[in-house]
């Protein structure tokens, strides 16, 4: 969790309520419809026109003003969603963290020297 609040840190937050919720609604939904429909999760939009989205283990998942504006409708949203679902329910970024944990660490404690 410190690389994602390192991350919105370094980012920033896009901040516009109804469209976090309707962005939350529709990953809740492709959540809900999965084959693993108890995974929490939440959207973050990062503030940056950039085009980037990823999920961390917790339910995070962030996407990128930039993706967003390049996303042309509901179902193109939906899908995104549901490719970070799928790093969730496989637990990909866990994974990823226990084989890199060691170097991850190093370079967080490097940052906050």
């Known amino acids: 969790m410190?690389?994602?609040g390192n991350r919105i840190a370094q980012i920033?937050?896009?901040d516009d309520p109804r469209l976090r919720t309707y962005l939350n609604h529709i990953a809740m939904l492709v959540a809900e419809n999965s084959?693993?429909?108890?995974?929490p999760v939440r959207v973050i939009i990062l503030n940056t026109d950039d085009i980037s989205g990823y999920a961390v283990p917790g339910g995070l998942i962030f996407v990128s003003l930039g993706a967003i504006k390049l996303?042309?409708?509901?179902?193109?949203f939906a899908v995104f969603i549901g490719h970070e679902i799928a790093h969730l329910?496989?637990?990909?970024?866990?994974?990823e963290l226990e084989k890199r944990g060691t170097r991850i660490r190093a370079d967080n404690t490097t940052?906050?020297?």
């Open 71 to 76: 996303m042309q409708t509901e179902a193109e």
């Open 89 to 95: 329910a496989f637990q990909h970024g866990q994974t």
């Open 2 to 4: 410190v690389a994602a």
């Open 12 to 14: 920033g937050v896009y």
């Open 111 to 113: 940052r906050d020297s």
């Open 35 to 39: 084959h693993r429909p108890d995974i």
